[in-house]
């Protein structure tokens, strides 16, 4: 059985820079985030079906990783945050991603105490704009009633503070 954790939350929390890390602590593997890869391909002028693209390149992704049986998956974040990019750039939900049922055992959340740095794929670097998508993100799990934790510190804590909360989460032996 595989167990799937994900990293979720805002832009420029050190997402990408802790999934690797986390896979090689727990011996998994990792599927890297769609949305990135299509943004520098696209362009980040994202319409609905630009997200809907999206999610089903993560969705795609992610069996294909399941497929290998791997004993821990890594996402480098899921559809979704494609949601909530939805809701933050187009002020709606999409009904396919609502009806996503492919969720994570566990969510980790890094925390917004890194600072944003631009990459030219992302888009919403004020304190403001980077707390409301934050909250765009937490809604989601929130809206499913989803198991999630925060993930704070920078480096080594970093790591150390998600695997703990995976441990906390009774997901390691």
């Known amino acids: 059985m595989t167990r799937r954790i994900c990293l979720h939350g805002a832009e420029s929390t050190g997402k990408s820079a802790l999934a690797?890390?986390?896979?090689?602590?727990?011996?998994?593997?990792?599927v890297p985030e769609y949305g990135r890869a299509y943004c520098e391909a696209n362009g980040t002028d994202l319409d609905a079906a630009d997200l809907l693209a999206?999610?089903?390149?993560?969705?795609?992704?992610?069996?294909?990783?399941?497929?290998?049986g791997p004993a821990w998956l890594i996402s480098d974040t899921d559809p979704l945050m494609t949601q909530a990019w939805a809701v933050m750039l187009l002020g709606r939900r999409l009904p396919e991603i609502d009806a996503w049922t492919g969720v994570a055992d566990l969510y980790l959340v890094p925390a917004l105490d890194l600072p944003?740095?631009?990459?030219?794929?992302?888009?919403?670097?004020?304190?403001?704009?980077?707390r409301r998508f934050m909250d765009a993100a937490i809604g989601e799990l929130e809206r499913r009633k989803l198991r999630w934790?925060?993930?704070?510190?920078?480096?080594?804590?970093?790591?150390?503070?998600?695997?703990?909360?995976i441990q906390t989460a009774g997901l390691t032996a």
């Open 54 to 68: 999206i999610f089903e390149g993560h969705d795609a992704a992610t069996r294909t990783a399941l497929a290998t």
């Open 116 to 130: 944003w740095r631009d990459d030219g794929t992302r888009l919403f670097g004020g304190d403001a704009a980077r």
């Open 149 to 165: 934790a925060w993930v704070k510190g920078e480096g080594e804590a970093r790591l150390q503070s998600a695997l703990a909360a």
């Open 20 to 30: 690797p890390r986390l896979a090689q602590a727990l011996g998994g593997v990792v």
